[in-house]
Each structure stands twice: as C-alpha cells, then as structure tokens.
C-alpha cells in the first residue's frame, strides 16, 4: 500500500471481510462491564440512523438510504423503515421486512398507537399495516413544513415526553410547520425544538434547539442535545418564559454541559485518515450525533447516570457521568475512561449514530456503515471528484450491549398489559419499560385511567413512577390539590422537582403557591431552581422574600441567578432594594447588582420612572464605588434594552443627581448613560474622561488604570481611537493590555482596523493571533487590507493557518474581487499550500514501519525540542500519542514545518536594551517580563526592562530540511513511533 494525498484520493476503503462478524466484534474496544453482540447487519438491515420499539416488542428501524443527496440508487427518495423481530429470543433478528420505502431523508421513528410515526422532512407521517402483512399500508401526513436541507441539520429524534406530547429536536433547519388540515396556520419554530399533540392538533415550540442530531430525557425530565463539537448541552430553560419577558437578556438556554469543553479531545482507535476539512480536528470531538442514556436505578448498575453521545467520524461512543452542578448538570470522564472510549473500532466504516433501549434491557446501538460520513457540503470541491460519497450504501449493522455477566434479561411487553399493569410499570429499571407504559396510558386513557393512576402510581415506592403519574394526571386534569401538595414534600428530589415545574398551572390553589415559595430553599438545587421559574406568577407578596433567601443560598451560579431573575417578575425592584441594603448577604453582589438593575430598568413602564428616581437619589448611595459602579452600569444596559424609550432629559438629570460628585471611577458608566440618551455628557465629564484615556499607553500608570482608559477609547470613539489601540499591540506591552486594546478594536468597526493590525502583525502575542484572524475576517470592509498584507508579505500565509470555513470566507463568501485574489494563496483543499516535496514523499512511504526504529530516530532528530512519552523535551508541541493524526498529516508537518504554524509555536526574538538577542518560544509572561525556551530546552526569562523589542518570526522555530537525512523507510518508522498509544 503506498500513501496517496488526499487531493488524489481520499478516505482510502477499508472494508472489513463480512463473512466473519465474531472478526468483526474483535475490531472492538470497549467498556469492561458490558458485552457486545451483533443484533442485524445486511442485508437484513441498511443505513441504520433511528431505532424504536413498538408495545408488543416489534422493531422499527429508520434507514437512512438516500444518504447523503436525498435520492436513493434509482433516483427518487430512497429512505425506508424497516422491521425487525428476535422470534427466539436469543439476542439475534431472525425476521427482517421492509415495512415502508420512498421516504425523504427519513431521520427518527415513533411507535404511535396502531403503527408508528416517522421524521421524513419536510413531513412527519404516520404509517401503519392494517392487514397484517407488515407492510404499511396507510400513510398519512400528520405534520408539515419541516425545512429540508444539510441532512444533520434535519428535524430529528421523535420521542414521547413526560408531557404526553411528541417531542421533536428541530436540527438547525428551521421550518413553517402546520397540520395538513389548517394549512393556514403556520407556526415558525426558527431555532426552537418543537412539540406535537396530534389528538388536539396543537404545535408548540418548546426548548432553543442545540441545532444537531440527537435528543435524551433522564428519569425527572432533564434533556440533553447535542451539535458536533458542542458535543454536550444541556436544555436548561424553556423558551417561553424567556420570550415572555422582553426585559431580560437573550441568555443561551442550551449550553454545553461538558466539563472537558468544546471539541473535546477523543481517543479513536481507527487507523488515522486525514480529515477531508478538518485535519487539526483530528481526535476530537467534531461530529457529534446520535445519544443514548443510562439513568441511575437501571438494568447497567455499574453505569448508572451515563450519557453517550457519538463520534461517526471518529468511529466511537463517548460517555460522559452526569453530576449536579448547582442548577444544571455536569458531564466528565469516568476515572477508567480518562484516555479511552466507552466503545471504539478499528472498522473505519464504524459510524454510530445512536443508541436506544429495547424491551429485553439490552442497548441496541446504531452503526451506518458508510465508508464516507461526512456530507459533501463539508469536502472541499477537489478531494469530491475522487470520493464515492455512497460507498457503503448496503451495509449496516445494529449491536446489542447487555452487562458482562448478565444472565437472560426478562422481555417486557406492554401491549399484554393490563391498565394497572402499566401504571405498576411506571416503575420499572427498564426505561423503555416506563416511556411506553406512559405512552400506552395516555393513548388508551378511559374514565378510571386517573384513579388507577392515582392509586397505583403517585403510592408506588418508585419515584420513577410518582414523576409520570403526576405528568400523567396533569395531562388528564385529574391532578388534585393535596396530591400535588403530597408531591410538593416528596422524599425524592425528582418528584418534588416535577411538583414545582405543574405547580405554575394551579395558580389558584393558595396552599400550592405558598408550598411553592418554601420550595426556594429545598435541600436540593434542581429543585430550587425549578421553584424560582414557577414562582413567576405567584404574587409578589409572597416570593421576594423566598427568592432573596434563594439568591443568598445560590447567587455564584449564574443559571441559580437568572431562575430568581424570571421568577422576581413584578418583584425585581423589591429584590433590588433588598441586594441594596444588605450587599454583604448575597455572594458576588456586583454581578448580581448590574444584572438585578439593568431587569429593573428594561422593564420599568413608562410612566413608573419616578419611583426608580426617588430611591436612586437615595439608597444606592451608601454603597461603595465599586457597587455604585455595578449599579450604574446595569441602568446603562437595562435601559439599552428597551431603544424604543429612550431616557429624557429631567428624568437623568434627577437620576444621576446625587452622583453629580461621584468618585472618579464611575465616569464611564456615567457616560454611558448620557450615551443612551437624548443629553449631552457634561463637558467636564468628557474632558475627564479624554484625560483619562491618555493613561492607556504610559506603561507607569497602575494596570487597572490603563485598562479603564482603553475601554474609554471604545467608548469615545475618536479618530484617534484606533491607532492609539492598536500601538498597545506592541511586544513591548503585556497580554493583558494586548487583549483588551484587540477587544477594544472589535467595538469600533474601524475600516483601518485590519491594514493596522497587519503593520504590526511581528508584534502581536502568539496567543492573540487567532481572535486578530477572526477579527480581520469578520468584516468584508477588512478583506482587502488583510490580503494586502499576504500579498506585501508582512503576513505569511503559514502565520493565518486558515481552516476550511475561514479561507471560504475569503474565496466564497467575499467579494469576487478579492476571491480572485485569494486563489493565489488557498485553495478550498487542507494543504492547498504545502511543498511539493511532501507529495513525492507520500507515494514512497511504505505501509508500516518499526516503532523500535521510529524511537532511535526521534531521539536523534526530534528530542532536542520535542517531547513523546518520557524521550525528550517538550520545547514544541508534545507529541505523546499522535495516533490520531494520519500519516499524511504527521508527514507533512515534518517535512514543510512552516506549512501551517500554530500560534503558540511561532518564534519570537527578544532584543535587550544591553544588545543580547534572544530567540525561542513564548513560555510564560507577566507584569515582570517574559520566558523563551530555546531549541535545547534552555530557558531564558528577560526582565520587562530590559527588553527593548519582542517580535514573532515568519518560520517555525523547527528547522526544514529533515528529508535530507532520512529515508522512506526511515520517515514511516519515526511515525510509526509518534502514532503508538
């Protein structure tokens, strides 16, 4: 086998011999606890994207045929729907039928009453076999207007809710959604996930979509999405409590939950492929979709409270432990998963994309069996010509995981269940159990469904059970006062959270709205936060008190803080005065200060302003500067909030009166709210202010002082503004004030920005290059001065290191002109601008080589600068298992190491104001001075005094010329040895 760059031939097919799947099982690695075994694989299965399992134990699989155009092999909408039974029992399909063809883009299925439901954008349908054939003989349109486009972007994941409705996660796509009887009546869910009852005909948007392909809820009703390198985000809020209140800010209500970040490092076992957009993605998180759960009590003791989500393009199954963190969640690494996968493959057409459990217990996990995942919007144009983006269209397989060990798990069938039955299986360990018992109530409901309910499930010892039967009787409207009293005081922080969350709809029962008030202090912070969200409608009387207590337990967290924030509603300036008066009671009074102010103001009516100015005169004055300050700032942004009402002359004028002598420090929020209306600041004001901001660049006035004045200079907006900003860029300040002087820059939209910047590019930290990129493409207006600078070569192409979507932006999303002028210099393909020596070396490589030897070489070549395992030193970037970058990605960084140059490794030389010239990487800097570690390992702190110029070299501090003394049989056993775990 010889290398090929990828511009020639990309995503090398290695197809795993299908005669033998117990080979295939051995590709795995995977979690100790548990056991896997192959369910289907084709024929019998094909594209397997969704899976759900209808009350009497049928299977009903989603394929996704027509991947990745929308268009099957004879041209039209390929997606089916097969089904699948184990009529033995023995872990294995043994009946395989093709239950429904010519679907669009099908992406999640439901069962649903006498068949099921099925996401095919721009519809959902419903399919069912009234004969008895297993072929659908019915299909009907149930919803419609789905937006139809990049196919992980499609609405997905259908699922039954504890609401009783169906659940849709939106995908990013968008749409106009209606039923097909009042075509009429629109509902646009632009970045919401949606809900459905299909008995009421009813559509809501419910939750900000986190815009990918998956959608779990744990045992309380808690949900989790995911989106690529977003890999996983929590739904912490409900839209509508946000959209009802215009006077809050637009908080992110689906936020990453992960305590690793975003594009978190992952551990592949595949042998590594260069990615066709990404290549530094490589062994992180980038295609996250698809997401399974195992909540706590389950039939998987030893990983309870566990949430997978999956890699396609990597070819694993992460799995995070889920953790209270305050208000919302937090996901981590198991202890013996820190540097492996819950499941991975060596099969590069492993492709998981979701995992869901069955009636038996087992975990039935989805793999698409593509040979190239990646949608060919996402591939540049040269490396398509030469791919098959529907290699692998036959194959698929679905695996069966069950605890090591286990014995035979029970099948639980619903549909043999009597009513009683159902509710007693509320409780059951199986999740699948309890969606579907819920599902079968609430489809068959009849005039004693309630007291049965009630009866067997809100008395059951399980609080799974209790949670359902309230959402349940709620659905019914058959939840009574003392039930939801008894549920208000339940044992379970479960059942008390779901308490708080139905208490908002009985705002006549007095009793539950006090309960709900005492709610704020539980003992348990999910249940707190919910209270605070519910209180919303309570009367004012009744909840300050209880949300001031709350704000004292939780004020740190900022989801703890907005929940009091939607909950004060009426109270806010209640709330208010209370922080006021005792500020030393509530953890960081400041924040809580300048968000509580800025809410009052944005939603203070019209004509109530004179109660805000009576007490602002007044109370506020005791606080101290720096709460004033917090105070201030926070009229200045409320009162942004609402443009439309701007503030009047004799209202600021008695608002600001007593701070006429203020201390110094609040002149710029004071500013600003002259800004924000129709006054002129006082020219005294202004001229302290331009004063002030001369402090920015004398290096021996305080830190704090200066980065006051280069906020000010954001603010004043002069034409002076900029270039004094962007002199701070020089070596010779510290990156504290860089940072702020480039944040600074992105406030003033300056159309010189970027043709500065550029004149002083040698200058610029390393760590601050990325966002001065980011910045210098951000506007079209910059473009031009940006390529001037490549083009002048006071910036080097390999400096910009453009990923794919960045150097789109210059050669498609630009002018034409100046996409012209960036075809000198990129292409859309990765390593459009590497040398052409690494192309002859890549088709002289051999297939493998010895790490042993691999080992000798780098010792010899590479360890003066680089650390692998314990050889080395680690100068440049560590190279400690690099097995997920491809061989071509490692190759062509060794022999062109100024191809692409990561910001923390370029070259800085320092000169001193005693003549020494010093050259190394960036290590460390401070107020005190900066460290460069030299090519030895050698490092060097120099005073700030002392340093007379610092600047950044075009070149890698990694010399070029490695090919002259190595040959291909040597280069592949050096990777061979950077490629081992």
């Keep these: 086998m010889r290398f090929l760059p990828y511009s020639l031939m990309q995503l090398v097919v290695v197809c795993l011999p299908l005669s033998s799947f117990a080979q295939e099982l ?221 006077e809050l800010p637009r908080w992110e209500l689906t936020h990453s939950i992960s305590d690793h970040g975003a594009s978190a490092r992952i551990y592949p076992i595949v042998e590594a492929v260069t990615r066709v957009n990404h290549p530094e993605q490589a062994g992180h998180f980038s295609s996250a979709g698809g997401m399974g759960i195992i909540p706590a009590g389950s039939l998987f003791p030893t990983l309870d409270n566990s949430i997978f989500v999956c890699d396609v393009v990597c070819n694993i199954v992460h799995r995070d432990q889920l953790y209270v963190n305050g208000p919302i969640f937090g996901g981590r690494r198991a202890g ?28 039935y996990l989805l793999d698409m069996q593509r040979a190239v995942i990646e949608h060919p919007d996402y591939i540049p144009e040269k490396v398509l010509q030469h791919m098959d983006v529907r290699e692998g269209e036959n194959r698929g397989r679905i695996y069966r995981i069950v605890p090591r060990g286990s014995k035979a798990m029970d099948v639980v069938r619903p549909a043999a269940l009597s009513e009683v039955e159902r509710v007693i299986a509320l409780g059951h360990p199986n999740p699948w159990v309890r969606d579907t018992a819920q599902r079968l ?161 944005a939603a203070l009516p019209a004509g109530d302003q004179e109660r805000l100015v009576v007490w602002a005169q007044q109370a506020p004055l005791q606080l101290s500067p720096e709460l004033q300050k917090s105070l201030l700032t926070g009229f200045h942004e409320g009162w942004e909030r609402r443009p439309a009402q701007r503030l009047d002359a004799p209202v600021l004028s008695r608002l600001l009166a007593g701070w006429e002598n203020a201390d110094s420090s609040l002149d710029l929020p004071l500013f600003d709210l002259y800004r924000q209306s129709e006054v002129t600041a006082p020219a005294s004001l202004q001229a302290r202010l331009t004063r002030a901001s001369t402090a920015a660049g004398q290096p021996d006035v305080p830190r704090s002082d200066r980065l006051a004045a280069i906020r000010i200079l954001a603010r004043l907006n002069h034409s002076e503004s900029t270039p004094r900003l962007v002199d701070l860029l020089n070596a010779n300040e510290d990156l504290e004030i860089q940072q702020a002087a ?16 550029s004149q002083v590019w040698t200058q610029l930290r390393p760590t601050l290059r990325t966002k001065a990129i980011q910045l210098m493409l951000s506007r079209r207006n910059f473009h031009s001065d940006l390529l001037d600078a490549v083009e002048q070569e006071r910036i080097a192409v390999n400096e910009l290191n453009l990923d794919l979507e960045q150097r789109r932006t210059l050669l498609r999303w630009s002018t034409a002109e100046i996409a012209e002028r960036a075809k000198a210099f990129w292409g859309d393909e990765e390593y459009s601008n590497r040398k052409a020596i690494v192309e002859a070396w890549l088709s002289q490589l051999p297939e493998q080589g010895s790490v042993a030897t691999g080992k000798q070489l780098f010792v010899k070549h590479c360890a003066t600068c680089h650390q692998a395992g314990d050889v080395g030193n680690r100068v440049g970037p560590e190279l400690t298992s690099q097995s997920h970058r491809s061989v071509e990605d490692l190759l062509s960084h060794i022999l062109d190491p100024n191809m692409a140059i990561n910001p923390n490794y370029v070259t800085c030389v320092a000169q001193t104001v005693d003549g020494r010239v010093v050259q190394g990487l960036l290590a460390a800097e401070d107020n005190a001075g900066v460290t460069l570690i030299q090519a030895d390992g050698k490092r060097q702190t120099i005073a700030r005094e002392q340093i007379e110029t610092l600047e950044t070299l075009k070149t890698s501090l990694m010399p070029e010329g490695i090919e002259k003394e190595l040959n291909p049989v040597q280069m592949r056993s050096l990777i061979a040895f950077l490629q081992q775990k």
């Excluded at 996968?341 to 975990?363: K, M, V, W, Y």
Aim: hydrophobic share 40%.
């Design 742 to 757: 480039l944040e600074a820059l992105e406030q003033l939209n300056d159309p010189k920005t970027a043709l500065l910047i």
């Design 336 to 363: 013996e998963e820190q540097t492996r996968e819950f499941i991975a493959s060596r099969d590069p057409n492993f492709r998981p994309i979701g995992l869901e459990h069955g009636p038996d217990g087992a975990i």
């Design 441 to 601: 109530l609430w489809e068959n409901r009849s005039a004693a469904t309630s007291a049965r309910v009630s009866k067997h499930g809100l008395g059951a010892s399980q609080p799974e059970a209790r949670v359902r039967s309230l959402w349940l009787l709620d659905s019914l409207g058959q939840l009574f006062k003392d039930d939801l009293l008894s549920a208000l005081k339940d044992s379970h922080h479960g059942v008390r959270q779901t308490a708080v969350r139905l208490a908002v709809n009985y705002p006549e029962w007095s009793a539950v709205g006090k309960e709900l008030v005492g709610r704020l202090q539980d003992e348990h912070p999910h249940v707190r936060y919910w209270a605070a969200l519910s209180v919303s409608s309570a009367p004012a009387d009744g909840k300050a008190q209880g949300l001031w207590a709350m704000l004292k337990l939780d004020a740190t967290h900022p989801w703890s803080r907005r929940a009091v924030y939607v909950g004060a509603n009426e109270a806010s300036f209640e709330l208010l005065k209370r922080v006021v008066a005792d500020p030393d009671d509530v953890d960081v009074a400041d924040q809580v200060l300048r968000e509580l102010s800025a809410n009052v103001v």
């Design 26 to 246: 051995d590709s795995f690695e995977h979690h100790s606890d548990i056991e896997l075994s192959l369910f289907a694989s084709e024929p019998d299965v094909v594209d397997p994207v969704a899976i759900d399992f209808a009350a009497d134990g049928t299977c009903y699989v989603v394929e996704m045929r027509d991947y990745p155009y929308g268009i099957g092999p004879e041209n039209r909408p390929g997606g089916t729907v097969r089904l699948l039974r184990d009529r033995d029992q023995d872990g294995r399909a043994d009946q395989s039928v093709v239950f429904a063809t010519d679907l669009s883009f099908p992406t999640s299925v439901k069962a649903w009453k006498n068949g099921i439901l099925v996401c095919a954008p721009p519809q959902v349908l419903y399919l069912e076999d009234t004969d008895g054939d297993d072929q659908a003989d019915v299909k009907r349109v149930v919803v419609d207007g789905l937006r139809l486009g990049v196919t992980d972007s499609n609405a997905n994941s259908l699922r039954f809710g504890f609401d009783n409705r169906l659940h849709l996660a939106n995908g990013g796509n968008g749409g106009k959604i209606f039923f097909p009887q009042m075509p009429d009546q629109k509902l646009s869910i632009r970045s919401a996930d949606l809900s459905v009852d299909l008995d009421q005909q009813d559509l809501k948007r419910t939750w900000a979509t986190g815009g990918g392909f998956g959608l779990i809820f744990d045992s309380w009703g808690n949900r989790f999405t995911t989106y690529n390198i977003e890999y996983l985000q929590q739904q912490i809020m409900p839209l509508e409590l946000l959209e009802s209140r215009p």
